[in-house]
């Protein structure tokens, strides 16, 4: 059964319960009312018919009193009046019914009720003195018709009142109902649909608009956590990206790393080789023509097997410097250092280097102190390494400076050359390892990992090195640029002076 059904059914019948409960009541009341105040009256009329015939009774006339009693033939309630003498001996009576007597011979024989009648007995007295009784016997048929008209009134206005009722309860119910109704039928449309932008009337100011309220802010919620967790997956599908980005990237740097691992193997071997097989083949040649080649001839076997050895010695040295600097077993020990005594310090395995190319190294120091924290053999090894570049690939005669200044509180030093500078566009890849310029690639002698040895070291000092040309001359300029720190006052590194030539 719907809701407006039940609402309409149980309004209904409190309403017809409290109608018929009324109407009752109303109805016994004015029947007991009816019948008491008939009681009264009949009381009265006894009264006065004693009073009436009192003198008749005294005079003994029973003619006078069957005149008198005539007179209630004209009231159609009154069935019989019975007038008894003192002895209580029927003296006169009037019975509106000869068929149907009620005046008994003796007073005393008189019954005291009657059913559906009213009986009256009362005594005759004339200044205190009893004369005789009468007895009154009046029907209650008015009061029957007069019950039909309530009954027939009562179930008018309830008739009425019930359509009424029917009509409110209809309305009421409708209204109630109603906004269930809405309330339902949005939620239907709601989960139909899945579509939580849609909200509930609250236009009803009653438990229903409370509760459609209540559903709107619970709809609010559930779109608030809807959004929240669109914007979590998206969160997460970004996330996602990135570190797919992330790992592509990763495995990109993996794969040329790789790449360059089998690049430096080949590379590796083949400098391993050309010396390797200088060295074999002439000491083959010395074992082979020992007896028959002359003395200068074996010597300059002896020459080339030392050449070679002392290559694959530095090249086997370089790879091992290399190796553990990548693999980061490099051990550092690091100490305050003037970058113009390392400058110094790192001349002196060059120099004769210099001299057999008659090249001048000029110093200059633009500082008071160049300090750093750094290890300086290592630094020294870099010095060196950048001086012995300089001067491979600077022509005879020609001059190399060592410059150290302090820019944007790095202490710098710089080798320029006069030599053949570098391609612009190999100035980054002449750091990696076996590699050596387009220019110079061709029978230099070198292994190529010397400047990769010079940036392992700089990096693990945290300071950057790099190479450039010479903007108004021949010639390269490498440089490289380490955190500047102030030295203990006053002291004063050996050995330096601001502006010096060596010459050889
Ligand atoms: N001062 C320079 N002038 C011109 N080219 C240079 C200079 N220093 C380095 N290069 C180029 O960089 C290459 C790599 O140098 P390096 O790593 O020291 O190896 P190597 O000296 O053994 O060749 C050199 O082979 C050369 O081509
Ligand atoms: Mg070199």
Same mark, same amino acid.
């Given at each position: 059964?719907?809701? #407006?059904?039940?609402?309409?059914?149980?309004?209904?019948?409190?309403?017809?319960? &409290?109608?018929?409960?009324?109407?009752?009541?109303?109805?016994?009341?004015l029947?007991?009312?009816?019948?008491?105040?008939?009681?009264?009256?009949?009381?009265?009329?006894?009264?006065?018919?004693?009073?009436?015939?009192?003198?008749?009774?005294?005079?003994?006339?029973?003619?006078?009193?069957?005149?008198?009693?005539?007179?209630?033939?004209?009231?159609?309630?009154? #069935?019989?009046?019975?007038?008894?003498?003192?002895?209580?001996?029927?003296?006169?009576?009037?019975?509106?019914?000869?068929?149907?007597?009620?005046?008994?011979?003796?007073?005393?024989?008189?019954?005291?009720?009657?059913?559906? %009648?009213?009986?009256?007995?009362?005594?005759? *007295?004339?200044?205190?003195?009893?004369?005789?009784?009468?007895?009154?016997?009046?029907?209650?048929?008015d009061?029957?018709s007069?019950?039909?008209?309530?009954?027939?009134?009562?179930?008018?206005?309830?008739?009425?009142?019930?359509?009424?009722?029917?009509?409110?309860?209809?309305?009421?119910?409708?209204?109630?109902?109603?906004?269930?109704?809405?309330?339902?039928t949005?939620?239907q449309?709601?989960?139909?649909s899945?579509?939580?932008?849609?909200?509930?009337?609250?236009?009803?100011?009653?438990?229903?608009?409370?509760?459609?309220?209540?559903?709107?802010?619970?709809?609010?919620?559930?779109?608030?956590?809807?959004?929240?967790?669109?914007?979590a997956?998206?969160? %997460?599908?970004?996330?996602i990206?990135i *570190?797919?980005?992330?790992?592509l990237?990763a495995?990109?740097?993996a794969?040329?790393?790789?790449?360059?691992?089998?690049?430096?193997?080949?590379?590796?071997?083949?400098?391993?080789?050309t010396? %390797?097989?200088?060295?074999?083949?002439?000491?083959?040649?010395?074992v082979?023509e020992?007896?028959?080649?002359?003395?200068?001839?074996?010597?300059?076997?002896?020459?080339?097997?030392?050449?070679?050895s002392?290559?694959?010695?530095k090249?086997?040295?370089?790879?091992?410097?290399?190796?553990?600097?990548?693999?980061?077993?490099?051990?550092?020990?690091?100490?305050?250092?003037?970058?113009?005594? @390392?400058a110094? *310090?790192?001349?002196?395995p060059?120099?004769?280097?210099?001299?057999?190319?008659?090249?001048? %190294?000029?110093?200059?120091?633009?500082?008071?102190e160049?300090?750093?924290n750094?290890?300086?053999?290592?630094?020294?090894?870099?010095?060196t390494?950048?001086?012995?570049?300089?001067?491979?690939?600077?022509?005879?005669?020609?001059?190399?400076?060592?410059?150290? =200044?302090?820019?944007?509180?790095?202490?710098?030093?710089s080798?320029?050359?006069?030599?053949?500078?570098?391609?612009?566009?190999?100035?980054? &890849?002449?750091?990696?390892?076996?590699?050596?310029?387009s220019?110079?690639?061709?029978?230099?002698g070198?292994?190529?990992?010397? @400047?990769?040895?010079?940036?392992?070291?700089?990096?693990?000092?945290?300071?950057?090195?790099?190479?450039?040309?010479?903007?108004?001359?021949?010639?390269?300029?490498?440089?490289?640029?380490?955190?500047?720190?102030?030295?203990?006052?006053?002291?004063?590194?050996?050995?330096?002076?601001?502006?010096?030539?060596? =010459?050889?």
């Open positions: 059964m719907s809701i #407006r059904r039940k609402l309409t059914v149980m309004m209904m019948a409190i309403s017809v319960m &409290a109608v018929a409960i009324a109407v009752a009541a109303v109805t016994v009341y029947i007991y009312d009816m019948h008491k105040s008939k009681a009264q009256s009949v009381a009265l009329l006894a009264h006065i018919a004693g009073d009436t015939n009192s003198a008749a009774l005294a005079f003994q006339s029973k003619d006078n009193i069957q005149t008198n009693l005539e007179i209630y033939r004209s009231s159609p309630f009154i #069935r019989a009046v019975c007038i008894y003498n003192e002895a209580g001996e029927l003296f006169g009576e009037y019975e509106a019914n000869i068929k149907q007597a009620f005046c008994l011979n003796k007073f005393t024989l008189l019954p005291d009720t009657l059913k559906d %009648l009213i009986t009256v007995k009362d005594e005759i *007295r004339h200044s205190d003195a009893l004369l005789g009784h009468i007895y009154v016997v009046s029907d209650t048929s009061i029957e007069y019950v039909r008209r309530i009954t027939q009134v009562s179930s008018i206005v309830t008739a009425f009142t019930l359509a009424f009722i029917i009509l409110v309860a209809l309305y009421f119910s409708r209204t109630l109902s109603g906004a269930i109704m809405e309330l339902t949005t939620i449309s709601i989960t139909g899945g579509n939580y932008e849609l909200k509930a009337k609250t236009h009803y100011s009653d438990e229903i608009g409370i509760l459609a309220k209540a559903f709107n802010n619970m709809l609010g919620e559930v779109l608030r956590r809807d959004k929240d967790l669109a914007d997956n998206e969160r %997460l599908e970004e996330k990206e *570190r797919t980005h992330e790992l990237a495995k990109k740097k794969e040329a790393a790789n790449e360059a691992k089998t690049e430096f193997l080949r590379n590796m071997s083949h400098e391993f080789r010396p %390797l097989h200088a060295i074999l083949s002439f000491s083959s040649y010395g082979s020992y007896i028959t080649a002359k003395r200068e001839e074996l010597k300059k076997y002896f020459e080339y097997i030392n050449k070679g002392e290559r694959l010695g090249l086997v040295n370089e790879v091992l410097d290399l190796a553990k600097m990548e693999n980061g077993t490099q051990v550092f020990s690091m100490q305050y250092a003037d970058l113009r005594e @390392l110094n *310090r790192a001349y002196e060059v120099a004769s280097l210099m001299k057999d190319k008659d090249i001048t %190294l000029h110093i200059r120091h633009d500082e008071q160049v300090g750093v750094c290890d300086p053999d290592k630094i020294i090894q870099v010095i390494n950048l001086l012995s570049n300089a001067i491979k690939f600077t022509p005879p005669g020609h001059s190399i400076t060592l410059k150290t =200044q302090i820019l944007n509180n790095m202490s710098t030093l080798i320029i050359d006069e030599g053949i500078g570098i391609p612009e566009e190999e100035k980054e &890849a002449i750091f990696e390892s076996f590699r050596q310029s220019r110079t690639n061709t029978g230099s070198g292994t190529g990992l010397g @400047l990769a040895i010079c940036r392992n070291i700089i990096n693990a000092h945290e300071g950057t090195i790099w190479a450039e040309n010479n903007s108004n001359a021949l010639g390269a300029k490498v440089t490289f640029a380490l955190q500047s720190v102030p030295g203990a006052p006053g002291a004063q590194p050996q050995g330096v002076s601001y502006d010096q030539s060596y =010459q050889n």
